[in-house]
């Protein structure tokens, strides 16, 4: 099993829909959760952490994070085709600051 | 807005040749990472520092591997020699620390091993 998965995708999403995004952990002291954007062969960019249990939002962004499930989500509305892209889920660990990222999901947002 | 810096962006190397790559963290970050990415995959982590000392390298394959960040501002990565296998993107990201989590990510280096 790996530490942190992701549906690869592609999530294919229409133009103002939401994308719902899931990543699952194994380590069940994890303690902080990202979410990166990686656009085609360009480095990873933040747009959302999540510490707590519950849900944070950020502009489009909404992070959802369920600590007994080892479940956290990215949920994007309104969705634009500027939002296609690989979105990253990273999972810092009980032991440190030491991130493990999933594969990635690939979202493509149709006009 | 500050930003982690890496060079070179772009590297094509000979398979058994030496090749370096560097990286300047966002100022005032503690904490420093060597990432290596291989395509349809999450980054995977190579190296951390903290100020200059090596804080997990568990995963460097240190036989043609090193990595050192001398003064604990900017930092190098060796590959000596390179394998085709090496070629991938190598990230650098930085942290503040000491409880601040959030890495940031400079641009990466692509590197194409022939």
């Known amino acids: 099993q790996k530490e942190v998965e992701q549906n690869s995708g592609p999530l294919s999403v229409p133009e103002g829909a939401i994308a719902s995004l899931n990543c699952t952990y194994s380590d069940r002291g994890s303690q902080s959760f990202f979410w990166y954007r990686q656009y085609s062969g360009k480095s990873p960019e933040l747009i959302m952490f999540i510490y707590s249990n519950g849900d944070k939002e950020d502009g489009r962004f909404t992070a959802q994070l369920n600590k007994a499930s080892q479940y956290v989500s990215l949920l994007i509305r309104d969705s634009q085709p500027s939002d296609s892209a690989t979105y990253l889920c990273?999972?810092?660990?009980?032991?440190?600051?030491?991130?493990?990222f999933g594969g990635g999901t690939r979202v493509l947002v149709k006009p | 807005e500050a930003e982690v810096a890496q060079s070179p962006r772009y590297k094509i190397t000979e398979k058994s040749q030496a090749v370096a790559f560097w990286c300047d963290p966002i100022?005032?970050?503690?904490?420093l990472y060597w990432y290596r990415q291989i395509l349809g995959q999450g980054p995977e982590l190579l190296v951390q520092?903290?100020?200059?000392?090596?804080?997990?390298d568990s995963q460097l394959p240190k036989d043609r591997f090193s990595a050192e960040r001398l003064k604990g501002v900017d930092s190098t990565l060796k590959i000596q020699p390179a394998e085709l296998g090496d070629s991938a993107m190598y990230l650098c990201?930085?942290?503040?620390?000491?409880?601040?989590?959030?890495?940031?990510f400079g641009p990466g280096t692509r590197l194409t091993v022939t």
């Open positions: 100022s005032g970050h503690a904490t």
């Open positions: 990201a930085s942290s503040l620390g000491q409880d601040h989590y959030e890495q940031y």
């Open positions: 520092f903290q100020d200059e000392s090596v804080v997990d």
């Open positions: 990273a999972v810092n660990g009980a032991a440190g600051n030491k991130l493990t």
